[in-house]
Structures are given as C-alpha cells and as structure tokens.
C-alpha cells in the first residue's frame, strides 16, 4: 500500500503510507505491555477494530481538511488524548471493566458525619500500584505536553501525520519505562541485545540523516519541488529518500531485535522471581 503513495505521493493517498505504521505501532504497545503480562491477552477483534476506527478517523481528517482552525485543532486532540487517557486507565486496570466502574462509584460515595465535628467526608482514593499509576500518569501528561505543542503550532501538519507521531511517541515512551524499569531491578542483559540496540540507534541515526534532506516536497508545486532535488547518491540510481527507506528498514529489523530479546537475559530466572512492571 505504501507504494501507491510513492508512485505519486498526495495529500489524499497519504492514509496508504502511514495505515501500516498505526498498525505497527500498536502493535508494538501491545508487545511491550506483555513482556511482563503473559496472561493478559488483548482481543484481538477489539484491536483490528480499534485499528479500523483510527484510519477511518484519519480518512475523514483527510478528506475534510479544514483543520488548520484552532477550534477544530483542539476538537481533534481532544479526541485523541481522551481515547488514549481510557486505554492507558484500561491497561491499568486490565481491562477489568467492572472493577473500574466499581471504582468510579467509590469515588462519588461519601463517609458518614464525622461525629466530633459534623462534617461530610469525601472517599479518598489511593493507588494500589503506585509505580505503574505514576508511570501511566506520566504517559498521559507527556501526551497533553505533545498536544499543546500541535495546538500552537503555526502550520498544521494533518491529522494523520499527528496520529502517527501519537502512535511511535507513545510506543516509545513505553520502550524507554521498559528499559529504565529493568535498570531499576538489575536485570541482566545479553550481548545481542546490547548489539541489536546499538545498530538500531546508528541505523536510526542515518536514516533521519536523509530523511530530512529533502529531495522534492509533494505538498509544493512540480516547478518548487524540482527546486529541492539533487543528484543520486547511491549507485547512480537512488536519491536521499531511498536511502531513507534502506535505512529506516535496517533501523526497523534491528530495533525488533532488540525488543524481542530484551529479555533473554532472565531465560536462567525462576518465573516467580522476575519483577512485573
């Protein structure tokens, strides 16, 4: 699908080249979420359709552009941070929908007058999992910050753009907590590991390189855009952008790697000894 975009890359065939990356994403959030959850299995008809829904969100942001309005800016993000603030208060909870409600009503529900002084007494609430709430509660204001920042924002880069940055921001913010998390406890890593992370950041640090050496601009005109190329640089045949794309998937390759055996270091630990975060 992202070749169609590629063939000739518009505002409108866009959704081709980004649909696989929200995929990705999630998936990748769903990954690291069971690393150290292996009995929590997310629905998988619940995630296609979450999947679904998002692009057909960002159909319709595409097609109905007029989002360079402050109002429908913050009607956008809104959306956004609020289905992400209910998915990070589901993983909280496990998807214990019950519970939650059960929960929600323990907080509206008040104590009995206090008898030395009379007064009503508002139900305090206090979180079981302290790490973990102030590590999704992080998330969630990192997510407001990012959402400040598009709102002013002097050009608007579309809504698909910005669900993508979502998507990979927050995949990664959960890369980062994973990575702290095991520093914090000790864990042991592998050889592999600490190699697929070093050739995943020089991967990544080449292909950002060429990625914004730009060598044409669609959202210009032909005349502007044949402005910005340059020479190939690669075989006489390929330009920055493919080199970009050479990269990005060796960064892509190597940063799974290194997800996958992130862990190979507990294989010799007991189960009931590895920490859970």
Known sequence: MSGFYHICPSNANFQFDTAFMFIIGGLLLVKIFQN???????????????????????????????????????????????????FLFSLYYYH???????????????????????????????????????KFLTVIILNIILAIVFILARNWIGIATVILIYFLFNS?????????????????WTLVCTAMLLLAGLSWGGALYFYFSNVSEWSLTPAESRELNKSCILFNFYD???????????????????????????????REKISIF
Request: charged share 15%; with cysteine; aromatic share 18%.
């Open 36 to 86: 150290r959850h292996p009995d929590f299995h997310a629905n998988a008809f619940v995630a296609f359709f979450s999947f679904a829904v998002v692009i057909l969100f960002t159909l319709l942001g595409i097609y109905f552009d007029k989002s360079n309005t402050l109002f429908v800016r913050l009607f956008l993000l809104t959306i956004v941070l609020v289905v992400m603030s209910v």
């Open 96 to 134: 214990q929908w019950d519970y939650i409600w059960k929960s929600l009503k323990s907080l509206v529900t008040v104590r009995p007058k206090c008898q030395p002084c009379g007064r009503v007494e508002l139900k305090t609430c206090t979180p079981r999992r302290k790490a973990v709430f102030a």
């Open 172 to 188: 990664n913010i959960f890369l980062v907590f994973y990575v702290f998390s095991k520093w914090r406890f000790r864990e042991p």
């Open 240 to 270: 920055n952008h493919d080199v970009w794309h050479f990269l990005s998937a060796a960064a892509m390759f190597f940063s799974f790697m290194f997800i996958l055996t992130l862990d190979d270091g507990l294989e010799s630990v007991p």
